[in-house]
């Protein structure tokens, strides 16, 4: 149990436009879904963390407009990355939670490796 | 600030031997979760172990246990019979509503 898929898993695309990378969970509901950016031979960044119906909350540092979280339902939390630049190349990780009920384990999906041409 | 810190960028450990990867945190809170978290190379995250910290007894599970240190604010993973695929980057993580990560430690194991 507790798998969180990700959509697409690889991504090309060109300076200016815009791309969309879903997270979602597949055998739970999720009480917060969470958006990490890992650069090469780094850490996981938290960029902001999802809760259903309600807006994001994003860390410092992270441009909100041009890094866009909806998060339509208990399952399904999608980040948009408008805008590309050569400098938004990364790979991307989504996870989801169950809060307190599982003891703040996050549950990640298998990210997402983003280049911007 | 809350920070979690890996002293150990790399380690390397000789195949059925026992390894320590070390973590030292700062926090302010009271209730936090402390988690390990590996990444092979697959870049796939997964949960190791996880200790509640107001449970004075170490978490284990299999081959891997933590020694915590609240006083101190350290929490050390120990790996048992070290096998070739527990070779991946190791995370040492701490919170609770959202995570902070450490560095990481990159673990070789040598056959």
């Known amino acids: 149990g507790a798998v969180v898929s990700q959509h697409p898993s690889r991504v090309i695309c060109k300076s200016g436009t815009s791309v969309k990378i879903e997270c979602r969970s597949l055998d739970f509901q999720a009480t917060t879904m969470f958006w990490y950016r890992q650069f090469p031979k780094q850490s996981l960044m938290l960029m902001a963390t999802s809760n259903e119906g309600s807006k994001a909350t994003y860390e410092q540092g992270v441009e909100k407009d041009k890094f866009l979280i909806n998060h339509a339902s208990l399952t399904l939390s999608t980040l948009t990355v408008t805008s590309a630049h050569p400098e938004d190349s990364s790979f991307y990780i989504c996870s989801a939670s169950l809060g307190g009920n599982k003891g703040y384990e996050q549950y990640f999906g298998p990210g997402t490796r983003l280049t911007v041409t | 600030a809350q920070t979690v810190t890996q002293s150990q960028p790399e380690m390397s450990v000789q195949e059925a031997e026992t390894v320590t990867l070390s973590c030292t945190y700062d926090?302010?809170?009271?209730?936090?979760?402390l988690f390990w978290y590996k990444q092979p190379p697959s870049r796939q995250m997964i949960l190791v172990i996880r200790q509640e910290a107001y449970k004075q007894q170490n978490a284990t599970e299999n081959r891997f246990s933590v020694n915590f240190q609240k006083a101190a604010k350290s929490f050390s993973l120990k790996i048992s019979d070290s096998q070739l695929g527990d070779a991946a980057m190791y995370f040492c993580?701490?919170?609770?509503?959202?995570?902070?990560f450490g560095k990481g430690t990159r673990l070789h194991i040598l056959p």
């Open positions: 993580a701490r919170g609770r509503d959202k995570i902070i």
């Open positions: 926090t302010s809170e009271s209730d936090y979760y």
